[in-house]
């Protein structure tokens, strides 16, 4: 199982990123797939989650109604589509599963993290 997470980059306030994952070892539709971020000086926290082949999402509030978690289901690559970006929301995001049905804070499987800094 590999996880290889990309598309971090310095991006001013308000403005968009896509993030992804490319999954390799699994097939990614069938277990939940998170977003995971750490920013400096701070715990690792949630950001969204894709569940199961029925493909339920979830959200930490603070990125409700700017992020988007999704899949492609062929070529076996989570996205996040994360808009109107904030100074808060800087940090190393991962993606991460646990091949289980929900998103752990201690998955056992993570990708290497990729550095969002949102600045002007």
């Known amino acids: 199982v590999q996880l290889q997470a990309s598309g971090g980059g310095l991006v001013q306030p308000g403005g968009s990123l896509r993030l992804s994952c490319v999954a390799s070892?699994?097939?990614?539709?069938?277990?939940?797939v998170g977003w995971f971020r750490q920013a400096p000086g701070k715990e690792r926290e949630g950001v969204s989650c894709?569940?199961?082949?029925?493909?339920?999402?979830d959200y930490a509030d603070a990125v409700k109604g700017r992020f988007t978690i999704y899949r492609d289901n062929v070529k076996d690559i989570l996205y996040l589509q994360m808009n109107n970006l904030k100074p808060e929301d800087t940090g190393i995001y991962y993606c991460?599963?646990?091949?289980?049905?929900?998103?752990?804070?201690?998955?056992?499987?993570w990708g290497q993290g990729t550095q969002v800094t949102v600045s002007s």
């Open positions: 991460a599963t646990d091949l289980g049905s929900r998103c752990k804070d201690d998955s056992e499987y």
């Open positions: 070892g699994f097939t990614l539709r069938y277990y939940a």
């Open positions: 894709v569940r199961g082949s029925a493909g339920n999402t």
